[in-house]
């Protein structure tokens, strides 16, 4: 390595005169004692070349004039928000836990208010009768009756009336339906209407939804003086039509899972029931 020129000993280039030769000090003495301690040591050769200091290599390579590479920086990572990422498995567990949670109690309340009225039984499930709502039966017909087309009657039978409604019928005319259930948890709906047979038929069997025709008579039976034509599909549940003897003519309907017995019954209960006053009459 070659050693690093005197700032004050004149380049070989330089367009400046050499000066005089320096003169020593004889009273300078750091020299001789230099040398003499370094003969002393056994090193006779050239003093040791100090280590470059890195703060000072800008301006001796200035002094110089040699290109010089960038200086190396330090990048401080700044302070900020941090960056958005990914919720964790825990987070999003918890999170899904809650939603399936506010999920299934509206389910479980809606199953064990229907599964409370129902009993176990080894065989099949059996519909507890006596945890049916129940209506007041004689207020909701005289309502119905105040501005009906036809008289309304309200048959008296051992069973509980759970259900009450009033609506059109297909072909034009006005139903009004009265919902029983039995002892026995069976069902039975009586329809009054001043409608058409086919109407009255196509409205409660569901078939003019579907937009299939009515269902098909199956013959007829005899129940409270009455003449009953009954319709629908075998093994279903039958739809009994009668006329009532009287003006306006007032046809009726009886349908549901009920037995035969308990058909006749409530047949022959309304053919004794009056015609139900109006409300406010």
Same mark, same amino acid.
């Given at each position: 390595m070659?050693a690093r020129?005197?700032?004050?000993?004149p380049?070989?280039d330089?367009?400046?005169?050499?000066?005089?030769?320096a003169v020593?000090?004889?009273?300078?003495t750091?020299?001789?004692?230099?040398?003499?301690?370094?003969?002393?040591?056994?090193?006779?050769?050239?003093?040791?070349?100090?280590?470059?200091?890195?703060?000072?290599?800008?301006?001796?390579?200035?002094r110089?004039?040699?290109?010089?590479?960038?200086p190396v920086?330090?990048?401080?990572?700044?302070a900020?928000p941090?960056?958005?990422h990914?919720p964790?498995?825990?987070?999003?567990?918890?999170?899904?836990?809650?939603?399936?949670?506010l999920?299934?109690?509206?389910v479980?309340?809606?199953?064990?208010?229907?599964g409370?009225?129902?009993?176990f039984?080894?065989?099949?499930?059996a519909?507890d009768?006596?945890?049916?709502?129940t209506?007041?039966?004689?207020?909701r017909?005289?309502e119905?009756a105040?501005?009906?087309?036809?008289?309304? $009657?309200?048959?008296?039978?051992?069973f $509980?009336?759970n259900?009450?409604?009033?609506?059109?019928? /297909?072909?034009?005319?006005?139903?009004?339906r009265?919902?029983f259930?039995?002892?026995?948890?069976?069902f039975?709906?009586l329809?009054?209407?001043?409608?058409s047979? /086919?109407g009255?038929l196509?409205?409660?069997s569901?078939?003019?939804g579907?937009?299939?025709?009515?269902p098909?008579?199956?013959?007829?039976?005899?129940a409270?003086?009455?003449?009953?034509e009954?319709?629908?599909?075998?093994?279903?549940e039958?739809?009994?039509i009668?006329?009532?003897p009287? $003006?306006?003519?007032? $046809?009726?309907?009886?349908?549901?899972?009920?037995?035969?017995?308990?058909?006749?019954?409530?047949?022959?209960?309304?053919?004794?029931a009056?015609?139900?006053a109006?409300a406010?009459?």
């Amino acid at each position: 390595m070659s050693a690093r020129p005197d700032p004050g000993t004149p380049s070989p280039d330089s367009s400046e005169p050499a000066g005089p030769p320096a003169v020593p000090d004889p009273a300078d003495t750091s020299g001789t004692a230099g040398a003499a301690e370094r003969a002393t040591a056994g090193d006779t050769g050239p003093d040791p070349v100090p280590a470059a200091d890195p703060a000072a290599a800008p301006e001796g390579a200035a002094r110089s004039g040699r290109p010089q590479p960038p200086p190396v920086t330090r990048r401080i990572p700044e302070a900020g928000p941090q960056a958005m990422h990914k919720p964790g498995r825990g987070d999003t567990s918890v999170r899904d836990l809650i939603w399936a949670c506010l999920i299934l109690v509206p389910v479980a309340l809606l199953i064990f208010s229907v599964g409370g009225s129902c009993s176990f039984s080894p065989g099949a499930p059996a519909e507890d009768a006596a945890s049916a709502p129940t209506v007041d039966a004689p207020a909701r017909i005289a309502e119905y009756a105040r501005g009906s087309a036809f008289p309304l $009657r309200l048959p008296d039978v051992p069973f $509980r009336v759970n259900s009450t409604d009033r609506g059109p019928v /297909e072909g034009g005319g006005t139903a009004v339906r009265i919902g029983f259930v039995t002892p026995d948890a069976d069902f039975l709906s009586l329809v009054q209407t001043d409608g058409s047979v /086919e109407g009255v038929l196509a409205t409660e069997s569901g078939s003019a939804g579907r937009g299939d025709g009515p269902p098909t008579m199956r013959g007829t039976v005899q129940a409270g003086g009455l003449t009953w034509e009954v319709y629908g599909a075998e093994g279903g549940e039958p739809f009994r039509i009668a006329t009532l003897p009287g $003006r306006p003519e007032v $046809r009726v309907l009886v349908t549901g899972s009920a037995s035969d017995a308990q058909f006749r019954t409530l047949a022959d209960a309304l053919v004794a029931a009056p015609p139900v006053a109006p409300a406010g009459s």
